[in-house]
């Protein structure tokens, strides 16, 4: 499974910006999908998840502010950046997996990474 993320870039505070997952297999009801971040010197931090049933999940910090949706045709998995501030300056990685551990989903397949950066 290769993950390739797209869309990033630089915005001001207050803009919006939508990033991109494709993957060269079909995700939808096989794969959790989903996005983390993780800015210089902080740990990755889930961002949110569409998982294979459908269901989403936003870390507190982004809901409300942050939508997920499918683009079936390209299968891919975007997420729209709304109201976007600086703390979300970060690197975006898209994750996808098939099982679950102790904890939740489990993520065997990553992409490189695509970089949001929000100014004030």
């Known amino acids: 499974v290769q993950l390739v993320e797209s869309g990033g870039g630089v915005v001001q505070t207050g803009e919006s910006l939508r990033v991109s997952c494709g993957a060269s297999?079909?995700?939808?009801?096989?794969?959790?999908v989903a996005w983390y971040r993780q800015a210089p010197g902080k740990e990755r931090e889930l961002v949110a998840v569409m998982y294979k049933g459908g269901d989403t999940y936003y870390t507190p910090s982004v809901k409300g502010r942050f939508t997920l949706s499918r683009h079936n045709f390209l299968n891919a998995l975007l997420l729209q950046m709304e109201s976007l501030e600086p703390e979300d300056t970060a690197k975006y990685l898209c994750?996808?997996?098939?099982?679950?551990?102790?904890?939740?989903?489990?993520?065997?397949?990553w992409g490189q990474g695509i970089q949001v950066t929000v100014f004030s």
């Open positions: 297999v079909r995700l939808w009801g096989l794969y959790n």
């Open positions: 994750a996808a997996g098939t099982s679950r551990g102790p904890e939740g989903p489990v993520f065997e397949y």
